[in-house]
């Protein structure tokens, strides 16, 4: 099975800052990588699929890059809603979910 | 639209069975396969499995592989999650998550792009 590893586990940050999450698979996935945000009580938003697509209706200020192993996601100049955990997810075969960056 | 609409919370007993329910519509539901997905409190997603909504055949993760069943019923539009001999650990919200697929020519990829609100089981001893 693949291994997702984020990181950090955990962020601190301020609105209008610019915050990068990292997210390492145990083997090669190509772009097969997808990033998804989660609010408090809320199911999972998909924010970037395929390492650095935008879903429609995602502000621009996120990004994502990456291949092979190693991926992140950029947040330019953080607002309140971005206060969040967010995941990564490959979709090489099956599917699994990093462990989670909680940005406080 | 597309809308998954699971069923409601569940409050069960350790040893006894629950079954959850995903219903769909504005789409075509053979289409597109369906995950379970795993938020136990606090914690994060995890990754049950999938049904193949045009086959019914199911693929489970290694940890969910003996007391989770899978099934649909494609008249109703819906797929259902099964757990047997819950487990106080069981506890979590179960969603159900549509599972996207893109190919054009070279260029493929999969994500969950609409995903169920969610239902909460709560197993007590």
């Known amino acids: 099975d693949i291994q997702m590893t984020q990181s950090p586990s955990s962020l601190s940050a301020s609105v209008g800052d610019r915050v990068t999450i990292t997210c390492r698979a145990s083997?090669?996935?190509?772009?097969?990588l997808n990033w998804y945000r989660q609010k408090p009580g809320g199911a999972p938003r998909l924010l970037i699929y395929?390492?650095?697509n935008l879903q429609s209706g995602v502000p621009s200020r996120f990004s994502g890059r990456g291949s092979g192993t190693d991926f992140t996601l950029t947040i330019n100049s953080l607002q309140l809603e971005d206060f969040a955990t967010y995941y990564c997810?490959?979709?090489?075969?099956?599917?699994?979910f990093g462990q989670g960056t909680k940005l406080e | 639209q597309v809308q998954l609409v699971q069923s409601g919370s569940e409050l069960k007993k350790s040893g006894a069975s629950v079954k959850i329910s995903c219903k769909t519509s504005?789409?075509?539901?053979?289409?597109?396969?369906i995950n379970w997905v795993r938020q136990a409190p606090g914690q994060g997603l995890q990754w049950m499995g999938w049904?193949?909504?045009?086959?019914?055949?199911?693929t489970y993760a290694q940890d969910f592989s003996r007391r989770f069943v899978f099934s649909l019923d494609t008249s109703v539009r819906t797929v259902y999650l099964q757990i047997n001999s819950l487990r106080a650990e069981d506890t979590a919200i179960y969603y159900c998550?549509?599972?996207?697929?893109?190919?054009?020519?070279?260029?493929?990829?999969?994500?969950?792009?609409?995903w169920g609100q969610g239902t909460l089981v709560t197993v007590s001893s």
């Open positions: 504005g789409y075509s539901f053979t289409r597109y396969v």
């Open positions: 395929a390492a650095s």
């Open positions: 998550v549509r599972d996207f697929s893109v190919i054009r020519g070279l260029f493929s990829t999969y994500y969950f792009d609409f």
């Open positions: 049904i193949n909504t045009n086959t019914g055949n199911p």
């Open positions: 083997q090669n996935i190509a772009r097969y």
């Open positions: 997810q490959q979709s090489y075969t099956t599917r699994t």
